[in-house]
């Protein structure tokens, strides 16, 4: 990283020189009272509003930047009243905002044509809806053409306000893009980043980038071969053009800061079995191995053949303590998402979204995200019902199981009728099942459900079978009467459950077995369901921020947790099992048949920052993660991390400004963070290894 990029660094990301040009927060429903008097259309509300914000956007330029656009409008505003929104969700189910968010566009789709002739061509299909006598259809798509009016207008501006102000490369890119196609690798990154903010603009949020290294290379190389660019100078430009995703990165809705869904995916498998990794995706990991911020978050596809020194880089990345890559396996995604219904060309082609669920860009509509099982809860609720009376073990389980099965069929009922706002911009990048909007449905409508606290669960049965069942050194009734009573009278059974039972994550079969029966269950239970949409419901091993909520709802469990303390996140052991080491950690988790719950969700492990000093140690880090892969795993993700600093840092956050952590399925800065969410990482910590 050179000194010019050190700069604009230091100043997009830790003095956020950018916040200077940002315009008076507004009232969200600036805009919704009138839109409910004119008593505007839901898609009419769409347009208006996106064009509220790019027609407020004022311009604004950082000294010799080369890639422009950056967010001033602080408050995107809401399109229904509160009144509105109340009926709404009273008769359909609301996900999060009712934004079409966290899937993955095709980019190429305005990439390769430019908004021009985008606008043309849209003409056309409006003429062809009005000679057919489809009024909805026409006005939805003259929405559209005012809408790319509206970014090209605002494109305009930047290129004036780049003449004034005699920043030529800029004038020079926006003479062409997003006019017209890019030509080159700059003005290809450009018109990214106009796309990419302008679906924020429209609050289509946790937009993630995709595969960037496959639909971006010709650019770059055309650019190469012509020697326009050599290694180093394409890098300094790659690096200008990650610190956009820094810029508004603050203005982005999300659970916490940095939770904002910018997801970049490198490598990765082809139909033909050759691998996509190419010289684009090792300069963007070189560019966010110097750069050291949250975004874009990185994904790196690997497979059976994937070489060591690519595993290697991607360790040299965790050892900053980026919290990524995040690795997925294409030996167990792919088959997976094929077995699920996916077509080959497409589940080849599969993405992250905003965290680590599996979705393929530009014609799936999945809702990836959409509710969660705890499997935890499921424990819990057999031992209210059960322990006492049951004569077996299996009789036991088969409580549990149903308990799965029951927590599906309400989550199913509940989550149906959904609406999604119209999205008509995004909608120009997406395959419409409808024929114009996306938010209706495209080519894959799936939902996917999370499951929260698997470590606990399989712990928690572990010890059932061994105490209760095995050994009989315990009723089921006194095990029942103690967690009722939050081990208040028994700490020396708690001691036991805590450390004499099986934990999963020591290679040991008694809990390894008990998580492989709850995953393979939890997908038995959604197998052969659908939905309104006509998707079907995926199984994941991810818990988003489902583990903060589950864990404040369920009670003391068998395997010695008392009621109130955290459930690990995501696919992880328990918070205080006393795990071996890694190694064993790793065989336990792969042991599960994890393209079955392919909705995604990593292996979260935390190394302490020491084990990466050495060249040799990070070589050996690499080397665990490829036997993850090797032995089945379908994702990981790595923390390098250091107890007494994160407790440093919550005492002097000023001295810790980019000190960055991964929470669940993103990256943050610590300091930024709720102290909730601080100190779950902490005590993640007492696990490290």
């Not at 003449?163 to 020079?172: C, D, R, S, Y």
């Not at 110097?290 to 040299?316: A, C, F, S």
């Not at 706002?421 to 024929?435: K, N, R, Y």
């Amino acid at each position: 990283m050179n000194d010019r990029i050190q700069k604009m660094r230091d100043f997009f990301v830790l003095e956020k020189g950018q916040r200077a040009f940002w315009q008076p927060a507004e009232d969200p429903y600036v805009l919704a009272d009138s839109y409910e008097k004119d008593g505007l259309s839901d898609i009419d509300r769409s347009t208006e509003r996106l064009l509220y914000v790019l027609n407020k956007e004022k311009p604004v330029l950082f000294g010799d930047e080369r890639i422009a656009f950056t967010r001033t409008v602080q408050t995107i505003p809401e399109i229904f009243t509160e009144k509105e929104m109340d009926a709404l969700s009273a008769a359909h189910w609301i996900h999060e905002k009712g934004d079409l968010c966290n899937i993955s566009v095709d980019y190429t789709k305005l990439l390769k044509t430019g908004l021009v002739p985008k606008k043309e061509e849209l003409a056309q299909v409006q003429a062809a809806f009005e000679a057919a006598g489809d009024a909805d259809k026409a006005h939805y798509v003259a929405q559209q053409i005012r809408i790319l009016d509206a970014v090209l207008a605002l494109a305009e501006r930047y290129r004036t306000l780049a003449e004034k102000e005699g920043n030529t490369v800029v004038a020079q890119t926006l003479s062409r893009v997003p006019a017209y196609a890019p030509e080159s690798f700059l003005e290809a990154l450009q018109m990214f980043r106009i796309l990419h903010f302008t679906m924020w603009c429209g609050r289509n949020y946790h937009n993630t980038v995709g595969r960037f290294d496959q639909y971006m290379f010709p650019y770059l190389k055309a650019d190469m071969e012509k020697g326009i660019y050599d290694k180093e100078s394409a890098l300094e430009l790659l690096e200008e053009f990650f610190l956009t995703f820094n810029r508004d990165s603050d203005l982005y809705p999300g659970m916490q800061q940095g939770d904002n869904g910018q997801s970049m995916v490198l490598g990765g498998l082809n139909p033909d079995g050759t691998d996509g990794y190419n010289l684009l995706s090792g300069l963007c990991l070189q560019a966010s191995l110097e750069l050291k911020v949250i975004d874009p978050k990185i994904n790196l596809r690997v497979h059976k053949d994937t070489p060591q020194e690519i595993y290697v880089l991607g360790t040299q990345l965790t050892k900053q303590g980026l919290g990524f890559p995040q690795y997925s396996n294409d030996d167990v995604a792919i088959p997976g998402l094929i077995a699920l219904g996916y077509a080959p060309e497409d589940a080849y082609n599969y993405v992250m979204a905003a965290c680590w669920e599996f979705i393929i860009p530009g014609n799936a509509l999945d809702i990836p995200n959409i509710e969660a099982v705890s499997f935890t809860k499921a424990v819990t609720d057999a031992v209210e019902s059960d322990l006492a009376t049951a004569e077996s073990y299996e009789a036991f389980y088969e409580a549990v199981r149903r308990n799965l099965c029951a927590q599906a069929d309400e989550i199913c009922e509940r989550i149906k009728n959904i609406y999604i706002f119209p999205a008509p911009f995004l909608t120009l990048m997406m395959d419409c099942e409808s024929g114009v909007d996306v938010s209706l449905g495209s080519v894959y409508n799936n939902y996917g459900f999370h499951g929260t606290g698997i470590a606990t669960a399989a712990d928690s049965l572990a010890a059932v079978k061994k105490f209760v069942f095995e050994e009989k050194s315990v009723t089921g009734a006194q095990l029942k009467k103690a967690l009722d009573e939050d081990f208040a009278n028994d700490e020396l059974l708690c001691s036991r459950l805590r450390y004499e039972a099986p934990k999963m994550g020591n290679n040991d079969d008694a809990a390894d077995d008990a998580a492989c029966a709850l995953l393979n269950d939890f997908a038995d239970t959604l197998a052969g369901r659908k939905n309104e949409r006509g998707g079907i419901f995926r199984a994941g091993t991810g818990s988003a921020f489902f583990y903060i909520r589950h864990a404040k709802d369920v009670p003391a469990t068998p395997d010695g947790r008392r009621k109130g303390e955290a459930l690990g996140a995501n696919y992880s052991p328990s918070l205080f099992g006393r795990c071996t080491g890694p190694v064993s950690i790793l065989q336990s988790f792969a042991k599960p048949n994890l393209a079955r719950c392919i909705n995604g969700g990593p292996l979260t492990l935390e190394l302490h920052d020491t084990v990466f000093r050495t060249q040799e140690s990070v070589e050996k880090v690499a080397m665990l993660v490829r036997s993850f892969m090797d032995m089945g795993g379908h994702q990981l993700q790595l923390n390098a991390v250091n107890r007494d600093t994160l407790l440093d840092a919550q005492k002097n956050p000023e001295n810790y400004r980019n000190l960055i952590v991964r929470v669940w399925g993103w990256s943050g800065y610590f300091v930024e963070l709720d102290k909730e969410y601080q100190d779950h990482i902490i005590q993640r910590m007492e696990l490290v290894v």
